[in-house]
């Protein structure tokens, strides 16, 4: 799986928590609602951002496994999570590439996961949910790209480098071929009728005083287009330095669209 920076994800993490749905995690704490000893399954946690997201309105008592590969985000997800007195929180090193069944506790109440099942293959995603079916755990899976980037002011090549990146997104993260935008459209498809379903845009909306998270995706947006054989490298960076000017004079407006999916079991 491809790696991402602890500056990265701190970078990110307002604007995950901004653009995510809070009537879906409603939906997760009225459920959770009275259940004891929720044993909590959070997929890539990266410096575990979930974890600081949901923890606090969820009952008291949880158990938390945070399953992740990269030793550098557990080190410095395990020296900034909070001690709440809630619950607890394990940091578990594994590699999501491999088999679910082991790496997911038996005893899982809930599965999470954040902006990563856009990264995943069709056959990852069928063996998920089998997963949360077979073991009637609910699935909270938020912020997964759908394809969807909006620049203002507009640029004649916007939709080409668009284009570009969201062909650069279907490649192998390191699960196979990935699911890119569809992703959230294939698992809504595939757990359709086997419980309650609910989802929800969740957008990112960055406006011109938020430089520089739009600057350090317009440069990962370049440098996934560039790595295509069929992209004119020249004009990528003619369109990069052009939106760099807008970001730069505060004129720059991004959204970049999510799905948020919430999952719950008919029963336990």
């Given at each position: 799986m491809s790696g991402f920076s602890s500056d990265w994800l701190g970078l990110r993490e307002p604007f995950d928590h901004a653009a995510r749905s809070d009537r879906l995690t409603g939906m997760l704490t009225r459920w959770a609602d009275g259940r004891e000893g929720l044993v909590i399954a959070d997929m890539g946690s990266g410096t575990g951002s979930n974890f600081r997201a949901i923890e606090p309105v969820?009952?008291?008592?949880?158990?938390?496994?945070?399953?992740?590969?990269?030793?550098a985000l557990i080190e410095a997800g395990r020296s900034t999570l909070p001690a709440t007195g809630r619950s607890s929180c394990l940091y578990v090193a594994a590699d999501l590439s491999s088999s679910l069944e082991d790496i997911v506790p038996a005893s899982v109440d809930v599965v999470t996961c954040s902006a990563l099942l856009d990264l995943v293959s069709m056959t990852w995603l069928e063996r998920l949910v089998r997963l949360v079916i077979g073991r009637k755990a609910a699935l909270l899976a938020v912020l997964t790209y759908d394809d969807r980037i909006?620049?203002?002011?507009?640029?004649?090549?916007?939709?080409?480098?668009r284009d570009l990146f969201n062909r650069h997104q279907r490649t192998d993260k390191g699960f196979g071929p990935a699911l890119g935008g569809s992703a959230a459209g294939e698992l809504e498809t595939m757990l359709k009728g086997k419980g309650q379903l609910s989802t929800e845009p969740s957008p990112w909306v960055f406006r011109p005083g938020d430089r520089s998270i739009q600057q350090a995706l317009l440069d990962g947006f370049v440098a996934a287009a560039r790595e295509l054989d069929d992209c004119d490298k020249e004009e990528a960076l003619a369109w990069r330095n052009q939106r760099r000017t807008q970001i730069d004079r505060g004129r720059?407006?991004?959204?970049?669209?999510?799905?948020?999916?919430?999952?719950l079991p008919d029963s336990r």
């Amino acid at each position: 799986m491809s790696g991402f920076s602890s500056d990265w994800l701190g970078l990110r993490e307002p604007f995950d928590h901004a653009a995510r749905s809070d009537r879906l995690t409603g939906m997760l704490t009225r459920w959770a609602d009275g259940r004891e000893g929720l044993v909590i399954a959070d997929m890539g946690s990266g410096t575990g951002s979930n974890f600081r997201a949901i923890e606090p309105v969820l009952p008291p008592g949880q158990h938390w496994y945070l399953l992740e590969n990269d030793p550098a985000l557990i080190e410095a997800g395990r020296s900034t999570l909070p001690a709440t007195g809630r619950s607890s929180c394990l940091y578990v090193a594994a590699d999501l590439s491999s088999s679910l069944e082991d790496i997911v506790p038996a005893s899982v109440d809930v599965v999470t996961c954040s902006a990563l099942l856009d990264l995943v293959s069709m056959t990852w995603l069928e063996r998920l949910v089998r997963l949360v079916i077979g073991r009637k755990a609910a699935l909270l899976a938020v912020l997964t790209y759908d394809d969807r980037i909006r620049w203002r002011p507009g640029d004649l090549h916007d939709t080409a480098m668009r284009d570009l990146f969201n062909r650069h997104q279907r490649t192998d993260k390191g699960f196979g071929p990935a699911l890119g935008g569809s992703a959230a459209g294939e698992l809504e498809t595939m757990l359709k009728g086997k419980g309650q379903l609910s989802t929800e845009p969740s957008p990112w909306v960055f406006r011109p005083g938020d430089r520089s998270i739009q600057q350090a995706l317009l440069d990962g947006f370049v440098a996934a287009a560039r790595e295509l054989d069929d992209c004119d490298k020249e004009e990528a960076l003619a369109w990069r330095n052009q939106r760099r000017t807008q970001i730069d004079r505060g004129r720059s407006h991004l959204t970049v669209g999510h799905i948020d999916l919430l999952f719950l079991p008919d029963s336990r």
